[in-house]
């Protein structure tokens, strides 16, 4: 029968319609029945970890797992925990989000525009899980492997449209009054140009009672004071691993965060892998895959916690976007990855091209064989190699090396023969790149402990912001 038949008659119709307003009613008693029976259901989390790998969508996790099975490791631990679900990314403007706007919407849990940090779509300031957390009586730590004023940190303690103004940030994170700040430096810490100049922030801390502890010697110093801010340096980002594997690292900061934080209303912390999203920008797998593992080791720190306090504790891992479209497969190698190779490359791509510029400047006279051995060090590629070495540069490899020399020679500023290198190399190991910014990939969300179920399945990211929000006010 015609369902519009059904519906000629002003009575028929009336009826229906009266049916439809009952059917939306009881669909939203159910809602907030839901709702209601969410938050009861909802264990309150004494400890929270949120841990945020800036550019790390599910290829970066992959290549990084794939890297420990090659040498015969054991699989990532952010992969192996039991609540695994995809996170969508966009912002409010852009189906590509920036750093800025995803980590407002995993903060605060509302959409806004790119570059806006801390801040809706109109400038209004949101509430972050941080300002949640400090609210409900638990400590807050922010911890970064980049600047502390750098985009995902400074969403959860910052309210600014434009997150370049990185001195007012900062102002933001000493008003915070946050207990425990660590990573890399303050950036424009004593920026006398900024409109809002009020002193050097390092002095306007201390000044508001916060300790200030500089480098690996002052951090072995720390012990008890009530509000810290720890920097591996004072103004830039910490090293990659591959360039300095020892010093202070992700996992120090995030266990000496363990115990500067824990007292009996609990903590909330977030540790942000910052450095992974720099080298995605890159293109430099190797090192991308040294700044997860320590991003995972971080994470290591947080769940041997958790197994001490296991009704107490939940620990939520995800990215805020994909950098560089990392994809894990290279038509020159067919069906075949070799991620074993990464293991040659002996240092970052910022440490190499600034190898050779400082070589190039330093030898005007230099001809392309002089450069051959950085090259050969750096990534292990082998010029005149016989056929079956792996890493042998084929003739076209070798023409489009000395041809981006030749225009190093004549701009030492070029990129031209580091990014030729890096391409080269990465593909012998089976990889290849779609972009050097940011893609719309969805990423990888992982949980573990007391309601950690609630992050499974597909969502938004402004969803783990409303799910922590409901955790920490519990």
């Known amino acids: ?33 839901s709702s209601v029976l969410f938050a009861e259901q909802l264990k309150r989390a004494k400890y929270v970890f949120l841990f945020i790998g800036d550019g790390m969508s599910l290829p970066q996790r992959m290549i990084a797992q794939n890297y420990l099975k090659s040498l015969g490791g054991d699989d990532l631990l952010i992969n192996s925990l039991p609540v695994q679900s995809i996170t969508f990314t966009k912002s ?3 189906l590509i989000t920036d750093s800025a706007a995803s980590a407002t919407a995993i903060a605060c849990g509302k959409k806004t525009k790119n570059h806006y940090i801390g801040v809706d779509s109109n400038g ?30 400074a969403a959860f303690y910052a309210h600014n449209s434009n997150r370049g103004n ?3 940030i900062a102002l933001d994170l000493v008003n915070s009054g946050f ?55 004072k103004a830039w980002a910490m090293p990659y691993f591959i360039d300095k594997k020892d010093g202070l690292r992700l996992a120090d900061f995030t266990r000496k965060g363990i115990e500067l934080l824990d007292n009996p209303k609990g903590f909330f912390m977030m540790v942000e892998g910052g450095k992974i999203d720099w080298m995605c920008h890159a293109n430099d797998v190797a090192t991308t895959i040294g700044e997860i593992l320590e991003f995972d080791r971080a994470v290591g720190e947080a769940f041997a916690f958790a197994k001490k ?8 891992i995800t990215g805020d976007h994909e950098t560089g479209g990392l994809t894990l497969g290279f038509a020159g190698t067919g069906y075949k990855l070799y991620p074993e190779r990464l293991k040659n490359q002996t240092c970052s791509y910022d440490s190499f091209k600034n190898k050779i510029k400082d070589f190039v400047k330093s030898n005007s006279e ?3 064989d002089d450069i051959k051995p950085i090259i050969e060090k750096s990534f292990a590629l082998k010029f005149g190699a016989p056929k079956d070495e792996p890493m042998r540069l084929s003739t076209a490899e070798t023409n489009e090396l000395k041809s981006a020399f ?35 990939l969805p990423v990888a969300t992982s949980a573990y402990g007391v309601n950690s179920s609630i992050f499974s399945g597909m969502f938004d990211n402004t969803d783990i912001a409303k799910n922590l929000k409901a955790v920490l006010e519990k």
């Not at 306090?309 to 939520?316: A, D, G, Q, S, Y």
């Not at 030492?412 to 893609?439: C, E, M, Q, V, Y």
């Open 1 to 33: 029968m015609n369902c519009f038949f059904l519906l000629k008659t002003p009575r028929k119709l009336y009826c229906f319609f009266v049916m439809f307003k009952r059917l939306i009613f009881l669909v939203s008693l159910f809602l907030m029945a």
């Open 179 to 233: 207990d425990y700040f660590a990573g890399g430096g303050i950036a424009q810490h004593d920026n006398k140009n900024a409109k809002s100049f009020k002193g050097d922030i390092y002095s306007l801390a201390k000044n508001s009672g916060y300790s200030v502890f500089v480098g690996e010697k002052e951090f072995s110093e720390i012990s008890g004071q009530k509000k810290v801010i720890a920097v591996e340096n």
């Open 309 to 316: 306090h296991p009704k107490e504790t939940l620990i939520v």
């Open 366 to 368: 230099a001809v392309f």
């Open 124 to 153: 209004n300031p949101l509430t972050s899980t941080a300002y949640v957390a400090k609210k409900s009586g638990r400590k807050v730590g922010i911890i970064t492997s980049v600047t502390l004023t750098h985009a995902t940190p």
């Open 166 to 168: 990185e001195y007012e």
């Open 92 to 94: 409010a403007d852009s």
């Open 406 to 440: 030749e225009r190093l020679k004549k701009n030492p500023d070029s990129s031209a023969l580091a990014n030729s290198a890096l391409r080269i190399f990465n593909n012998k190991a089976g990889i290849a790149w779609t972009s050097n910014a940011h893609t719309a």
